[in-house]
């Protein structure tokens, strides 16, 4: 039988990174860490890539009241991500183990699952009705996981709260 961290990983949450906004237009925002991020007319999330380490990773996050909270809980993300991918990874491949193995595949150490997972995109939640759920970073697991994704949750405090796929 295989332990699993029951323990949250970051009893402390990721600093947070402060910084200026200006809407352009209604359907536009100049953020002087982020750039520039964009919506379609009439839809409700701002959509921009940011480059993490080589990957040109797509984010969105809600256009609300809020929309500082919003910006300044995705530029830590940002920020940090660098520092803690390797991180989000390795609990990624010990917390999906089990259903790693439930799939039937050929079953692959946790160190190179881990190695092999890649940052796809990154969905900002915050602020949310729910303390759970702050963000979520989705990470491609090429055919590892039968074609289905892993989730790493951030809660409200941008600690990390659980995996999970979809």
């Known amino acids: ?9 970051w009893p402390t949450r990721i600093p947070s ?3 200026d906004w200006t809407r352009l237009d209604q359907n536009t925002i100049s953020d002087s860490i982020l750039g ?3 919506r379609r007319p009439n839809e409700q999330f ?19 009241p809020q929309l500082d909270a919003s910006l300044t ?17 390795k609990y990624a491949a010990i917390d999906l183990w089990e259903f790693r193995r439930a799939l039937g595949k050929k079953q692959v150490s946790d ?13 900002i939640w915050f602020p949310a009705s729910d303390p759970r759920i702050g963000a979520n970073l989705w990470y491609n697991a090429g055919d590892m996981l039968g074609g ?3 989730c790493v949750v951030l809660d409200s405090q941008r600690r990390l709260w659980t995996i999970g796929v979809g």
């Open 1 to 9: 039988m295989r332990l699993k961290y029951w323990f949250r990983r």
């Open 17 to 19: 990174v402060a910084g």
């Open 36 to 38: 520039t991020l964009s």
């Open 46 to 64: 701002f959509d921009l890539n940011i480059v993490l380490g080589s990957t040109d990773v797509p984010c969105w996050l809600h256009d609300g």
């Open 73 to 89: 809980f995705l530029r830590s993300v940002a920020r940090s991500f660098p520092r803690l991918d390797h991180l989000y990874r």
């Open 111 to 123: 160190n190179e699952f881990s190695a092999r997972l890649r940052i796809q995109s990154i969905e």
């Open 148 to 150: 289905v994704r892993a």
